[in-house]
């Protein structure tokens, strides 16, 4: 079945320290990415995506993905976490010729420690 | 970029009423938007595809009746939550990709609460 796995429900991490956030899908084609954040009782933000290309994806406030095919795999990373990145990150999909419809992984829920 | 936007952006309302909620492609045209739902602490659920000008196709489990969406313009849909409970308390995000593969722009969300 096709699905997006988020495996870390709640991630707590110290300011100034490198943070990854794990994502899985499952699908038959490579589908498009996206990494979202949201912070509570807003809406979402896109950090970064996907499509093709560079496997190595740049985005907003420091934050980058690697796209791992082999692994299914894009996970997002940053060097140096700052209070202010406490948040819901989701990881989501674009099933391939789906004409914007996503599907998103459960988010993991982002703690940073003073 | 693109700006989608929803009203309102929450609602409280009584068991048994209706409830509309809007959301406007405000700088392109949106032929087709996304309705999400999105629980406490949870992640964001496809209700539905809005298509211009034709009926919403609904995921899944998700009834029609209770969720009307009309999609009557090319900058705004509209999801009406029928005979509001309790349990359709939750948060909607709205989304359009202008028609545009990959290119996504959502919503603030409106918090929806049925006492």
């Known amino acids: 079945a096709q699905s997006v796995t988020q495996p870390d429900i709640h991630i707590t991490v110290s300011e100034g320290a490198s943070l990854e956030l794990r994502c899985n899908y499952s699908?038959?084609?490579?589908?498009?990415l996206f990494w979202y954040v949201q912070s509570p009782g807003q809406g979402l933000q896109l950090l970064l995506k996907?499509?093709?290309?560079?496997?190595l994806v740049q985005g907003i406030k420091g934050f980058e993905a690697e796209f791992k095919r082999s692994q299914s795999s894009f996970n997002l990373r940053k060097p140096s976490v700052h209070w202010s990145d406490a948040a819901e990150y989701f990881c989501?999909?674009?099933?391939?010729?789906?004409?914007?419809?996503?599907?998103f992984g459960q988010g993991t829920e982002l703690s940073v420690k003073p | 970029g693109a700006v989608v936007s929803q009203h309102p952006s929450w609602v409280i309302c009584k068991s048994g009423t209706s409830v509309k909620i809007e959301c406007r492609s405000l700088d392109f045209q949106a032929t087709t938007m996304f309705w999400y739902r999105q629980f406490p602490k949870q992640s964001l659920m496809l209700m539905a595809t809005s298509n211009e000008g034709s009926k919403a196709t609904y995921e899944q489990g998700v009834e029609k009746d209770k969720f009307l969406i009309n999609h009557a313009s090319l900058t705004l849909s509209t999801l009406t939550v029928t005979s509001a409970h309790p349990e359709d308390s939750s948060f909607y995000i709205c989304s359009s990709n202008g028609g545009r593969t990959g290119e996504l722009f959502f919503g603030e969300g409106s918090r929806l609460t049925v006492l």
């Open positions: 989501a999909v674009e099933p391939y010729n789906q004409g914007g419809k996503l599907i």
């Open positions: 996907y499509f093709s290309g560079d496997t």
């Open positions: 699908y038959g084609a490579t589908p498009y």
